[in-house]
């Protein structure tokens, strides 16, 4: 019987990493967004998961600021989440969602922001509702988030850099 584990991601992870998201997402976008986002310090929490010394899922969380009349609030954005495609279904996906919002709770972190699947997402607490007063060009049913604590309302999303760029690409 194999034990997956989930730790921290490392620099020596990148390019395990890099095929996690290209298996999962069949193109080189995210893959591309994740080096981005590593690169320019944007990452908050950065998970993968080990099947047999295997990395085979992948959670990033980067920072991205709410700007709220003269405030700006820092809070997170959940993108990508990526589990190798013979993995699918296994539980990977939310033992990293789970594991990550335990450590960006323990940093203090208030809120999370996710442009995902509503009915997967919303079972980690992640609703349209919550995300509904955000001004955001990913303004839409998917757009979601969760909230631990004093957490803003409404504003404007702002993303990392890397969003644009990689997203242009």
């Known amino acids: 019987m194999s034990m997956m584990s989930i730790r921290a ?6 390019e395990a990493i890099r095929l996690v998201e290209e298996h999962a997402f069949g193109q080189q976008a995210e ?3 994740v080096d981005a986002l590593v690169a320019e310090g944007d990452a908050i929490v950065e998970l993968v998961a080990e099947e047999d010394g295997d990395v085979v ?9 709410i700007q709220n009349g003269g405030r700006t609030v820092p809070a997170v954005a959940l993108a990508p989440l990526a589990v190798e495609p013979d993995f699918h279904g296994t539980g990977i996906g939310g033992a990293l969602v789970r594991e ?3 450590r960006l709770k323990d940093a203090g972190e208030t809120l999370a922001v996710v442009l995902g699947d509503p009915a997967y997402y919303g079972r980690f ?3 349209h509702d919550r995300a509904a ?9 998917a757009l979601q988030a969760l909230a631990w604590g004093d957490a803003p309302v409404s504003g404007k999303l ?3 850099s890397a969003f644009g760029t990689a997203l242009a690409a």
């Open 158 to 160: 702002v993303y990392a």
């Open 9 to 14: 991601a490392t620099p020596r992870d990148r």
């Open 57 to 65: 899922g992948h959670i990033l969380f980067s920072r991205l600021y």
């Open 133 to 141: 007063g955000f001004e955001s060009d990913y303004q839409c049913d």
């Open 100 to 102: 990550a919002h335990i």
């Open 31 to 33: 893959a591309g967004l």
């Open 125 to 127: 607490g992640y609703s």
